[in-house]
């Protein structure tokens, strides 16, 4: 990582200048999905791009390491709720100093918070711009009037939008009637995150661990969630359907990883049905730790409802793709951004979470097909190592 005090100093010396500023709220080593979707675009372009992002708990020693200069603005550790100004003000006048420094061409806004930062630059600065949208950057830039305006010139002044799913465009286009050229670019999943990925027999020992870290036998089918437990995540439905699936002699466990305010009801659910022995709760797991589970688990399941009263837009569920990366069989909610990523019968299976027999059924004909589990896997990892490289964004100008 430079600091910002270097940048009076020599321009690299390279044979091509990188031309393309990123800008993110959030960058590895800082462990979110947004985070992640904007590490793996810059390592499609790494002799392209200079990032700029706000500082986090060892960036130091993980910016030193990468192909691509890092500069970071400081984040105040308290008062949380100036983390947006400072974002708002560093960003703007650190990405003018960059400028002198690498006079380059583009800016790709990493989301849509603090987006006035990125109008200004628009009008001080020769460049032009793409903007990522995800979700609830979307809700954000609409809560009032004034920052609506704000929002829409901002997307209009864009050389291209960018939505991390055909749900986030369309959600974006019922809000907003734009001519901008959107552009829809799923994440991926970087192999390097689960580094277990590279020698098979590790995620061997991993599932065992796992599984005996909870008591399971090998024989034994395991459904695995992923998430924050909140209610419209619907952890309470896959444990619903284990007394049922236990009546038809299936010897099943279920794995949650993630916290929230909802453990308790859930554990509480738990043992009304008895099956408190049988449901597992792991907390937050790092990346290094989730590999372990998901090689782990039989059956990934996630039955999220639409969340109405937060207004929460989940853009993109990564936790399906992950899943699918590791060759488990998806059962999903027919809804939002899941069908960009589980697609019904190839390698998952999609249901109405409302519906207890669509549920049941779901879960019964995976548990029961040992074949029907390793033929939706095997087309899922194949899916999920399909992605669209960010430098497609260019190809007019190329051509």
């Known amino acids: 990582m430079e600091h910002i005090s ?4 020599n321009v690299r010396e390279t044979t091509a200048l990188p031309d393309i500023l990123v800008i993110s709220r ?24 200079i990032v700029l992002a706000a500082s986090c708990s060892g960036d130091k020693v993980f910016d030193q390491t990468q192909k691509f200069p890092i500069y970071r603005w400081p984040s105040p550790r308290n008062w949380s709720f100036l983390h947006p100004l400072f974002n708002l003000i560093y960003s703007f006048v650190l990405a003018i100093k960059l400028y002198f420094r690498y006079h380059y061409r583009y800016i790709e806004w990493g989301h ?102 909870y ?35 299936v010897d099943v466990h279920y794995i949650i990883c993630g916290q929230g305010p909802c453990e308790a009801e859930l554990k509480s659910l738990a043992q009304r049905l008895r099956v408190d022995q049988r449901v597992h709760f792991a907390a937050d797991v790092s990346d290094r ?6 090689a782990a688990c039989d059956i990934f399941a996630m039955l999220n409802l639409l969340d109405t009263q937060t207004r929460n837009i989940e853009g993109f569920g990564i936790v ?38 669509e549920v ?3 879960f019964t004909r995976l548990c029961q097909d040992q074949a029907l589990r ?5 087309k899922g990892k194949e899916l999920a190592q399909r992605k669209t490289f960010h430098r497609s964004l260019y190809r007019l100008e190329e051509l």
């Open 6 to 9: 270097q940048l009076g100093a």
């Open 26 to 49: 959030s960058f590895l080593p800082k462990e979110t999905v947004l985070s992640e979707y904007i590490y793996s675009r810059c390592l499609q372009d790494p002799e392209r791009v």
């Open 112 to 213: 849509g918070y603090e987006f006035p930062s990125l109008l200004l630059l628009s009008y001080f600065l020769p460049i032009r711009f793409f903007i990522y949208l995800h979700g609830n950057d979307i809700v954000c830039g609409l809560r009032n009037p004034l920052w609506r305006s704000l929002f829409k010139l901002t997307l209009k002044r864009a050389e291209g939008i960018v939505c991390n799913s055909s749900f986030t465009k369309d959600y974006l286009s019922t809000k907003l009637r734009l001519k901008t050229p959107t552009h829809v670019i799923n994440p991926s999943v970087r192999a390097e995150k689960f580094t277990q990925l590279a020698n098979p027999s590790n995620l061997s020992e991993l599932r065992a661990d796992v599984r005996q870290m």
């Open 215 to 249: 008591n399971i036998p090998e024989t034994a089918i395991v459904i695995l969630s992923v998430g924050q437990l909140v209610k419209n995540k619907s952890f309470n439905r896959v444990i619903d359907n284990l007394p049922l699936l236990l009546t038809i002699g």
């Open 289 to 294: 730790e989730l590999a372990g589970y998901y």
């Open 320 to 357: 399906y793709l992950e899943a699918s990366y590791f060759g488990k069989p998806v059962i999903a909610s027919r809804l939002g951004s899941v069908i960009d990523t589980i697609h019904h019968e190839e390698n998952g299976i999609l249901v109405n979470p409302k519906s207890g027999y």
């Open 360 to 362: 049941f059924q779901a």
């Open 374 to 378: 390793e033929k939706l896997g095997r």
